[in-house]
């Protein structure tokens, strides 16, 4: 059902489910709009059952968004772009992946999506790395992402935009999943653009990890507006399996390098995410950056739980 601005979703995208619950309600910070957040009973997914229609929803990302004046103030990427420190440790975190991941070539093809306004494509350049592609839905940070690095960017979603027929050795997505109306459509575009071997790296939040059970329907993931789908590791798992990827099985030393990167990368957000939201949410971010630099670091990486959701790879 759509009336105006927003349109319920009836049935689970994961597993075709029709038994939702609703477990939470949030007025959206850009629209006044009401939101809903259900859960699938049958496979645990979580999302936003009365939500933006698409039109409504593409509109969120225009410029105002990649500056921080959108519904996730975290995201001011233009002014990350000229401060470089704050992303540092979330891109050395995932070149790092790579790394483990893929070995030490350079040469690796890279797909970065959502590339946002270029930040991860543009430490990948300076490392060196030479084949770099990035797709991006907004044009405006589209054309940043292409004047700041380089990088052979293409404006729109992965599902539509002109990517060519080279298959990538490396697709990334850093905090996108999240924003996706239909993940069932996302992740088998991801396994037909991945090479044999390629790996999938993202980040996401974990719905199910220990900052989000202690938080509750406050847990500050929720963003009605943008972030429409929760995961856990359980779900995420049968996305993966059902468009045709393995789960990546990391020895143990794989496994503690790994952890080591997702410190960088936690460390990192904690970092940007103090830098970009006013009052006492960008305040307790700041501390946290603070503290888990010194002390706890890995405390904080186990306990926003990121670490604990699953890498694809494909067969
Ligand atoms: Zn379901």
Redesign the pocket.
Known sequence: MTTGAQETVDT??????KDLVAFATQVGKTTGLTFTFVQ??????KFIGRRLTAERNLALYDESYFRGAGFDAAVNYVMMEDNGDLRRGENEGIIGKIRVLKGESLELRILDVGCGTGSLLRALRDHGYTNLSGVELSAFAANFARQATGANVATGDLLSAPLGAARFAVINATEVIEHLREPSAFFPRVRELLAPGGVFIYSTGNASGPYARLLGPRWPYFHPEGHLVYYRPE?LTRYFRRAGLDVFVPTREQRAELLRCEDAITNSQLLYMGASEPGTKGTVFRLGARVTKRVGLRAATLFQGKCFLPLGVRR
């Open positions: 689970c995208d994961l597993c075709h489910g699938c009973t049958s496979c645990g997914l779900t």
